[in-house]
């Protein structure tokens, strides 16, 4: 099945510790994206991938990184730098940068302890 | 400024009435606009779209309708069932750009009751 597939699912953080989320899709998306949902908002745009080897900060990139070597893959990094990493992140792809539709993966929960 | 709002938290309906599910919006210029469905700890689902330049979308029980003068989305679902119970939220995109414009609102939590 085609898909975008988030791992892990829970994940616990020290405070000071990077971490890593996963993002793999099956769906040959040119364009994925990384958002940030907290309690009572709209979910926050963090970093957007249009294509290989290129992306572009959102609006809320401080503190996280990523990388996109792969058309798959697109893994986010939360640093010891983001100062409320607590939240439920999701994953997303379109086919391309400039299409209408948004998919997204099952959402990865980061709770720092 | 632009932003997209779901002014009702939450709304609860009897099994089989209609829901009605409601998105403003503050940019005129908006060209398009997505309802996602979500469940608790999972990711949003994709539902139903609209482009500016329609005024109805529908998809089996799911109808979107889009008034561009009053700036307002609806989202109606008819009839309603339990499985519906779930957050849902509207998104819209500015004009001349790209997916990652997208601004979500904050979600509309419907209950149906059986």
């Known amino acids: 099945d085609g898909g975008i597939t988030q791992s892990p699912k829970y994940l616990f953080r020290k405070e000071g510790q990077n971490v890593t989320l996963s993002c793999e899709q099956n769906?040959?998306?040119?364009?994925m994206y990384w958002y940030r949902q907290d309690p009572g908002q709209g979910l926050r745009l963090i970093y957007y991938?249009?294509?290989?080897?290129?992306?572009q900060k959102g609006d809320i990139a401080e503190g996280y990184s990523v990388s996109r070597e792969k058309k798959e893959s697109f893994p986010l990094t939360v640093t010891s730098a983001q100062k409320n990493p607590t939240a439920f992140y999701l994953c997303a792809s379109s086919p391309t940068g400039t299409g209408n539709t948004i998919y997204f993966g099952e959402g990865s929960w980061l709770t720092v302890v | 400024d632009q932003q997209v709002k779901q002014n009702s938290p939450s709304l609860s309906v009897q099994e089989g009435r209609i829901s009605i599910l409601n998105c403003d919006y503050t940019n005129s210029m908006f060209d398009y606009f997505l309802w996602y469905k979500k469940y608790p700890a999972e990711g949003p689902t994709f539902l139903i779209s609209i482009s500016s330049i329609k005024d109805k979308n529908e998809d089996g029980r799911f109808t979107v309708f889009l008034n561009k003068s009053a700036k307002h989305l609806s989202l109606h679902i008819v009839p309603s069932q339990p499985g519906d119970s779930a957050v849902y939220f509207c998104?819209?995109?500015?004009?001349?750009?790209?997916?990652?414009?997208?601004?979500f609102g904050t979600g509309t939590r419907l209950k149906v009751l059986a």
């Open positions: 769906l040959n998306h040119d364009a």
């Open positions: 998104a819209a995109r500015p004009p001349y750009s790209g997916t990652y414009k997208y601004i």
């Open positions: 991938s249009q294509i290989v080897n290129d992306f």
